[in-house]
């Protein structure tokens, strides 16, 4: 039932932001500017995006240094690859649990230890990504919006800079206070339908868990180095997207904020391989600049498909090669899930089986 719950919810949310993206293109413009795309400067972009799970699955070793040192590249490529190509092909994010269980499987580390780093990994994302839309609005590239317009520039700087002050302060108080910390989002929690609550709550014990990061200096300064450098280089594969279909004018500040914005925005839950809110925040975000909605849905479904198809296919070249089997990676959620419950470290009123 909650599965199920969750991919209707997931479902739901694709085309609300399907609709939302493209009820105004037209479409005759949509695929002329598909036909004309560069297709060089296409692959180039997929290309770099591509690299970029390579790139993530380096960031991936300190963050679990603590508690599994030494684990080497193989787990971790396939894990990563693996993972994203699950997430591309079944809702609800189900393949973040699949890429905890393959580095588990392969490698010398328990499934909730490998949970806990990816929680952390998310976090870090998260922060790294505000902090660049924080960047993106206050360079001189960025649209000039008039206050009291449509979008108040200014407001908005100052609203994302008390989130991320907001953000960051609550991450210090958790890395000390880790207790208190999950006894109060317990209590909160209880609001929260069952199919939503048990996930929730184990995210954040297993983050609370892989909090020791932020208490070691050179393991959060070697952390957070890697989450900027990726970002950093990914924002390059948008410049070539956008240059793939015709669109100059945002650049790589442009590159920056919209990065940032689809990210956070796939967050939300979404049917498989984010489409939905990618697409949203392209058309709105390249608004910005005053791409039209055709030129800019065209953008987002050339560049969304090209990288749907090269992970999906690097995924399922991973799980061959481990002789996995589809079925066994959707089972990894109720896999992990049970880890963590019964982890001590994580949840002291842990009953092992």
């Not at 293109?25 to 390579?54: F, I, K, P, Q």
């Not at 609550?170 to 890395?175: D, G």
């Not at 919209?258 to 697409?279: D, H, K, N, R, T």
């Amino acid at each position: 039932m909650k599965k199920h719950l969750k991919t209707v919810v997931g479902v739901a949310a694709t085309v609300f932001f399907l609709w939302l993206a493209l009820k105004d293109v037209e479409w005759a413009d949509v695929w002329r500017h598909l036909r004309e795309a560069d297709l060089l400067l296409l692959g180039a972009a997929v290309l770099v995006s591509t690299v970029g799970m390579h790139i993530r699955a380096m960031r991936w070793k300190p963050l679990l240094d603590p508690v599994a040192p030494g684990i080497g590249w193989k787990p971790r490529i396939a894990g990563v690859c693996i993972g994203f190509g699950a997430n591309n092909v079944f809702p609800a994010r189900l393949g973040e649990f699949a890429r905890t269980w393959v580095l588990a499987r392969q490698a010398n580390v328990t499934l909730s230890a490998a949970f806990a780093s990816l929680v952390l990994e998310r976090a870090l994302d998260g922060l790294v990504m505000i902090a660049f839309l924080l960047l993106a609005m206050s360079l001189p590239g960025f649209p000039e919006l008039a206050a009291g317009g449509p979008v108040d520039l200014q407001a908005t700087v100052r609203v994302v800079m008390a989130v991320f002050a907001v953000l960051m302060g609550a991450l210090v108080w958790m890395a000390y206070f880790p207790a208190r910390a999950a006894s109060v989002a317990e209590r909160v929690a209880v609001v929260l339908p069952s199919a939503f609550r048990r996930p929730l709550v184990d995210a954040l014990r297993a983050f609370l868990a892989g909090l020791h990061v932020l208490r070691n200096p050179r393991l959060l300064a070697v952390s957070v180095a890697w989450a900027l450098f990726q970002w950093a280089f990914l924002a390059g594969s948008f410049v070539l997207a956008f240059r793939a279909f015709g669109i100059d004018e945002p650049g790589y500040v442009g590159a920056l904020f919209l990065q940032s914005c689809i990210a956070l925005l796939v967050s939300v839950p979404s049917g498989p391989g984010f489409f939905g809110p990618f697409e949203a925040a392209s058309v709105w975000g390249l608004g910005l600049w005053g791409v039209d909605k055709s030129r800019a849905a065209s953008f987002a479904i050339g560049f969304h498909l090209g990288g749907w198809f090269t992970v999906t296919g690097l995924g399922v070249y991973y799980a061959a090669r481990l002789n996995l089997r589809w079925r066994d990676l959707r089972r990894s959620e109720t896999r992990v899930e049970e880890a963590v419950e019964t982890d001590p470290t994580l949840n002291p009123h842990a009953r092992p089986h």
